[in-house]
């Protein structure tokens, strides 16, 4: 299958914010006199990575875990190696699994580089968790009494870039009169809070009701997996982006993936997944139902 390795839309990590949250953030320039007014540096990536950017697939893929970078200019975040590591930082195993789904569809990949850590780009900035002060429980040092400024600065440095890229891409799409299907990619651990986590796929929707639950119903029937409706997640306004604003506000058939960590560990097993998930995708498809 060819795959086509894309550049970042910014290789030198430099762009210029253009988004300001409401509730009377200080506009843009006023933030580069604050310690929270310069997140990436120079010669660090754009948070936007891309694979397939320009193949027409009717299949759009996001990965928003994908990365556990920390810009310099945020240190360690206070966080050891090992936790920096954790699922608290990253979709573990998810970024393989989107890349080899990518190359299995020969579909737009669009992933972003960042640790979740710094700011949670399945989130809206305007909640809580988009910096989260405890992950788990884990206590995030870098992310305790963060100002507006802070977050703000967070924002318009890795949050906005990306889902900007996303949001032009799905337009530019519409504009060319392309079909377009919404596919997220996410993992979770195989524990939380100390309590285990049975599923081994997790299919999460909330208002599109086109793709999703018949993607569930088929993995139900032909394979013998732990298959999750909403689990261990569900998708809402508040706990998810992607699926709201992506997929179900521009009105697309969307659905999000959450695969187990522990069961995508290698390259070959992220390619069985791909493998599978295309074929779900193929069999829904050909029931006309989307
Ligand atoms: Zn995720």
Request: aromatic share 8%.
């Amino acid at each position: 299958m060819r795959q086509q390795k894309d550049t970042s839309c910014n290789e030198t990590g430099r762009f210029v914010p253009f988004h300001t949250i409401s509730n009377g953030a200080a506009k843009v320039s006023d933030l580069q006199e604050t310690n929270g007014g310069r997140i990436l540096g120079a010669d660090e990536p754009h948070p936007l990575e891309t694979f397939n950017k320009n193949t027409q697939s009717d299949y759009f893929i996001i990965c928003e875990h994908a990365g556990r970078r920390i810009p310099a200019s945020l240190g360690t975040m206070g966080l050891s190696e090992e936790d920096r590591k954790r699922h608290i930082a990253w979709d573990i195993g998810a970024r393989s699994v989107a890349v080899a789904l990518s190359q299995a569809l020969e579909a737009p990949l669009y992933m972003q580089r960042y640790s979740r850590l710094i700011c949670d780009c399945n989130r809206h900035p305007d909640v809580l968790d988009f910096a989260p002060e405890i992950s788990e429980a884990t206590p995030i040092p870098g992310n305790q009494d963060l100002s507006q400024a802070d977050r703000k600065a967070r924002a318009d440095a890795i949050f906005w870039p990306f889902h900007d890229a996303v949001a032009e891409a799905l337009a530019l799409r519409e504009k060319n009169g392309l079909t377009t299907k919404v596919v997220t990619i996410h993992s979770f651990t195989p524990s939380y809070l100390g309590k285990s986590r049975p599923w081994e796929i997790g299919i999460l929707y909330n208002r599109d009701l086109a793709l999703a639950p018949a993607i569930a119903e088929w993995l139900k029937a032909e394979t013998d997996l732990y298959v999750g409706v909403n689990q261990p997640y569900a998708v809402s306004d508040d706990s998810d982006y992607s699926i709201p604003v992506h997929g179900e506000k521009r009105g697309l058939p969307c659905v999000e993936f959450e695969i187990r960590n522990d069961l995508i560990s290698s390259d070959e097993e992220a390619e069985k997944w791909a493998a599978l998930i295309r074929q779900a995708l193929f069999a829904v498809e050909a029931t006309g139902s989307v």
